[in-house]
């Protein structure tokens, strides 16, 4: 109980310590006010009203009412979404075999390795080492991905190049120094029972978008909301990885810059935490973000609508979409988006959901 409430405490300390260090802002007290009231009648708290950015001067209070709680946009979740077919898009081995089959580009899937059931694309078995060496005498690509089959925010991502000998490979992870033999690669990766890899070919990235950062694959991540045969793009961001980093995810350090869907330029970013610090430049190597306009986005999004149709009864998602020098790819659906994405880009989440 009593660290409880230190923790409760120091929460209120580092809220206040915001609200009172923030530039051309609404005065500390209206803040305390606004957050003691939006926690009242919405359920979201101080966190969530500094992560919004609800502390600037332009935003009114209607405008901060029109945001969802947790339990009211999941539950807006389950009415467009019905449980019984999320696990179609929940697993990468069902998305990726609907997306492949309707024709809807994504990366190449090369084989799902398990110790128990692993297979390749032709059947053979692919659950071992051994197995995996096999593969690669006949996959051509240098470079792949092993993705955790139900991983969420970048989890578990590994992304490495190939190298081939007479019988045998060795791997190179693209974040680590050194290669290691197959074997070691396996045990880098964690393989055992009940932790499968869905293995599929590394994505290129279009020249515009690898500029944000180099070593990420940075996607725009697009809410879009289906009713019948319609389907529109609601709100979109881009994510950004930071210097380093594999996986663009916010939640894994990334940060984010809305999209204007009109023109297609990109607004300062922000890291997507209580202190909103914002980026018109890349934090690490000075890369422009603030203003750019992003090509191709229209084709993204209208692949983004595409794609929510080979679903069924799928009515609301969060569609990653990464884009090669030949066009968009889908990297993945996102049933159950974080609400905070409405936040990133000063969108209320009713105002997502309400049809026009």
């Known amino acids: ?114 110790v128990e059931c692993g297979r390749d694309t032709r059947g053979a078995p692919l659950r071992n080492a051994d197995d995996l060496v096999r593969l690669l005498a006949r996959e051509p690509a240098d470079r792949l991905c092993f993705k ?95 210097g380093g980093s594999l996986v663009d995810n916010q939640s894994a350090g990334g940060i984010v810059a809305p999209i204007d869907l009109k023109t297609g330029r990109l607004s300062e970013a922000t890291d997507g935490r209580p202190p909103r610090n914002v980026y018109r430049q890349h934090p690490d190597h000075g890369a422009p973000i603030e203003g750019v306009v992003l090509p191709l986005l229209r084709e993204a999004t209208a692949l983004a609508e595409q794609c929510m149709t080979v679903f069924p009864d799928l009515n609301f998602a969060g569609v990653d979409v990464a884009m090669t020098p030949d066009g968009p790819m889908i990297i993945e659906t996102n049933l159950q988006p974080d609400r905070e994405g409405a936040a990133y880009v000063g969108m209320p989440t009713r105002d997502v959901f309400a049809y026009d």
């Open 148 to 242: 955790l089959i139900e991983g969420h925010g970048g989890e578990g991502f590994v992304a490495a190049e190939v190298r081939r000998g007479a019988n045998s490979a060795r791997f190179r992870p693209l974040n680590k120094d050194g290669e290691m033999s197959a074997e070691e690669f396996v045990a880098f990766l964690g393989l055992r029972p009940g932790h499968p890899r869905l293995i599929e070919t590394y994505l290129i990235q279009h020249p515009a978008y690898a500029a944000f950062n180099p070593t990420s694959v940075n996607t725009l991540r697009l809410w879009v909301l289906r009713r019948g045969a319609r389907a529109t793009t609601r709100l979109g961001y881009l994510r950004i990885g930071r």
């Open 1 to 114: 109980m009593y660290g409880a409430a230190m923790l409760r405490l120091g929460e209120l300390g580092y809220i206040h310590r915001l609200a009172r260090g923030r530039q051309h802002a609404k005065d500390v007290v209206r803040q305390w006010i606004e957050m003691a009231a939006l926690l009242a009648l919405t359920g979201n708290g101080p966190r969530y009203y500094q992560l919004a950015g609800f502390w600037r001067k332009d935003v009114r209070w209607r405008q901060m009412r029109r945001h969802m709680s947790y339990r009211e946009y999941q539950a807006e979740l389950d009415r467009l979404n019905p449980m019984p077919y999320r696990k179609l898009s929940q697993s990468k081995v069902a998305e990726k075999a609907i997306l492949t089959m309707m024709g809807i580009p994504t990366p190449r899937c090369v084989g799902f390795l398990d």
